[in-house]
């Protein structure tokens, strides 16, 4: 069965620091992996989606790798703002399961002005 | 281009009632997944169609969880009778093809049962 990991579950930073967000899951069978980020009350707004082929994915100030081999993926986010004030949330597409996305618990970040 | 739309937005109901929650794909879009999350977890799959056929419902309580998907498109999600520990946001789903394609999430439902 595969699990999701996300560390840390909570991070408080002043802005303008860079941060890292990691995620690992069990099985490498997957298809790909996902960053999502959601605002309290809302759903889940897609960030970056990495094939299994690929290595990393960068989109303005964020850049998520994914190491397949190792089970771990990360998200940078450079120049943070309290605007990335949000939770994290990554999840693997399943190969096993017919695409299945699997998600971890999310890391609640913070970035205080 | 048009996102995943959900109704109702809340709800509220009393336990052993029953609620239904309703879940518009982005058009052109086979996959659709229902998703269950509860305060303070990440969303657990409930179930996932590839057009308006089951590919997994094997985290879905079927004594009291339903769900169909009439002609491949909108989608329902039924819960009858509700349980207290019900409550939690139900997020409806879909990708283009499911494997390898990119999952785009609605607004959810947040249902509470009191």
């Known amino acids: 069965k595969q699990e999701v990991t996300q560390i840390p579950a909570a991070l408080s930073v002043p802005e303008g620091e860079n941060l890292v967000l990691n995620c690992s899951f069990t099985d490498s069978a997957i298809y790909n992996l996902q960053w999502f980020r959601q605002d309290p009350g809302k759903g889940l707004t897609s960030l970056l989606l990495?094939?299994?082929?690929?290595r990393e994915q960068t989109s303005g100030r964020l850049n998520a790798s994914l190491d397949k081999s190792s089970g771990r993926s990360t998200l940078y986010i450079a120049a943070s703002q309290p605007g990335d004030s949000a939770t994290y949330l990554c999840?693997?597409?399943?190969?096993?399961?017919?695409?299945?996305?699997?998600f971890g618990e999310g890391t609640q970040l913070t970035v205080n002005p | 281009e048009a996102g995943v739309a959900q109704s109702p937005r809340y709800k509220i109901i009393e336990k052993r009632q029953s609620v239904a929650f309703w879940c518009n794909p982005i058009s052109g879009h086979a996959t659709l997944y229902w998703y269950q999350q509860i305060l303070g977890q990440g969303p657990k799959l409930l179930i996932q169609f590839q057009n308006n056929g089951v590919v997994d419902d094997s985290q879905l309580p079927k004594d009291r969880f339903s769900a169909e998907r009439l002609k491949g498109v909108d989608s329902t999600l039924k819960i009858q009778p509700a349980k207290l520990e019900d409550s939690a946001v139900y997020l409806c789903?879909?990708?283009?093809?499911?494997?390898?394609?990119?999952?785009?999430f609605g607004q959810g439902t947040r249902l509470t049962v009191v």
């Open positions: 990495i094939q299994s082929s690929q």
């Open positions: 999840a693997v597409g399943e190969e096993t399961s017919g695409s299945r996305l699997t």
């Open positions: 789903a879909s990708s283009f093809t499911g494997g390898g394609t990119e999952a785009f």
